[in-house]
């Protein structure tokens, strides 16, 4: 999985077109999910906040560039999960819980940005 990430990102044409289809993914709505979480235009920035999933995803994006080393979006993906996800825990069970919602969720962010990628533009995987 490595590998494939590092040669993607190694191909300007290839982070050009996922970071076009990304950006209309999100923007354009394709996403299947209620009530259209992912339309960031209509949310305020508390909103926003509260879905740290998006966030996180947010975040990456702004890292996804030509040559991007794998090891700048692991680190962007480490320092979400420590602001959102292990500083706030108190405990472990509250640690486990925190973990297992953001897992859930994330999970479910990216299956749907996958369908939707896959659907409307295919391109962005091969």
């Not at 190694?10 to 209620?34: E, I, R």
């Not at 508390?46 to 740290?52: S, V």
């Not at 560039?65 to 069970?93: G, H, M, W």
């Not at 859930?104 to 990216?110: A, E, G, I, K, V």
Request: charged share 20%; glycine share 2%.
């Amino acid at each position: 999985l490595l590998q494939t990430m590092r040669t993607v990102l190694n191909s300007n044409s290839k982070v050009t077109v996922l970071q076009s289809d990304l950006h209309a993914v999100m923007d354009q709505g394709f996403l299947d999910v209620p009530g259209n979480l992912f339309q960031m235009k209509l949310r305020n920035p508390e909103e926003l906040q509260n879905d740290i999933e998006l966030k996180c995803l947010n975040d990456l994006m702004s890292f996804l560039a030509p040559s991007t080393d794998i090891r700048v979006l692991l680190n962007c993906v480490l320092s979400n999960l420590q602001a959102f996800v292990i500083q706030p825990s108190r405990s472990k069970e509250e640690f486990r819980k925190l973990a297992s919602d953001f897992q859930l969720r994330w999970n479910f962010l990216l299956s749907a940005v996958s369908k939707a990628m896959t659907f409307n533009y295919a391109d962005s995987f091969g």
